[in-house]
């Protein structure tokens, strides 16, 4: 049994946003392996006891360590994100690792603290953290959260260099990151990890004319895509018969009045705060949507949904490093008329749909088999 360290920047459930459920199917991969796993997590706020039960029940040690930072950190040369868990060099580590997968960099301060004992240090690459906060900073009106997210992008991008240099282990979430961080650090021991698939693949009916967009909708790029999308694609949809848009996903409890205030004038567009099961909104609905305009990594969602037995109409950025074939796999518009035009083929030729479906079903269960990269990687380590 090797023993692995595992270090998040958050806490890792409930999986209401697609981070979490990377690294929770992570965890359940290595549990499942019979490996042993100490979890540490980073939070803002602390989790309810009863996640924290749950998260028990698949690791055999866990560590919770509250995020702090001052206004020091802003001026601070490395990125808030980072800083605001130092503490990370300072707890008990008394074991010895096999492995330390760093979920992120985030969490790198891990590395200095010099009770740390691994044999292999690997990092799980989420995103290329100067495109996630800059397209952050794009995306939001607030003057101020766009200043503090393109500082976070310069920050990042000053230190990337060093971090990259310092653990050149990386296992990469979005297969396009992977070929440019080789392409640009030829030196770094690289692997295409995709996140953790449930290969319980739906069959739909799709009988109805109802388009599903889920997402974090707390998330500022999420909600550009979704403000663009009604605005410039609802429209040209409201003359299909019986067409109707839904729109969920988690708010972390700050609500969706905005989300009201621009759908108010619809009577053709669901709304749903942070459903608890998403399994009735893929079950009526009978297109996928991705409208996402900026954004890192990979889109989970886009994944989710074909695996839910949707066919799915994304932006380009929607479908970034999940290797799905354009118009074999998935449609991929930016144009609001393109997309328009693909969801409309598909409303009206629901075989389309289904034929789309079957083949990025296919594709996932080809290449997304997280257990066996994962365990052909850490043997070549």
Known sequence: MAKFLLVTGDFVYPTNHGGRVDVWNRILTIHKMGEYIHLICTVKKYPKQEYINIVNNKVDKL????RKNNLFDMICKRPLQMTSRKKLKEIDLNDEYEYLILEGTY?????DNPKLNAKKKIIRMHNDETIYFYGLGKSTRNIFKKIYFYIESLKFRFNEKSLIRRLGNIMFISYDEMCKYKKKYPYIKECFLPTAVNFDFKTRDMNSNNVLIIGALFMDNNKEGIKRYIKTVHPLLNDVLGYKLIIAGNTLEQGIEWLEKITVKYRNIELYDSPKNLEFLYKKAAVFVNPMINGAGVKLKTINAIVQGLPVVSTTVGNQGTGLID????FIADKADDM???IKNILKNKDVGREIVK????????NYNQKKILREYLDEL
Request: hydrophobic share 40%; no cysteine; aromatic share 12%.
């Open 359 to 366: 083949s990025g079903q296919e594709f996932i269960k080809n």
């Open 340 to 342: 328009a035009k693909y």
């Open 107 to 111: 969490v790198y301060d891990i590395l």
């Open 63 to 66: 560590t919770i360590i509250q």
């Open 327 to 330: 118009k074999k796999d998935i």
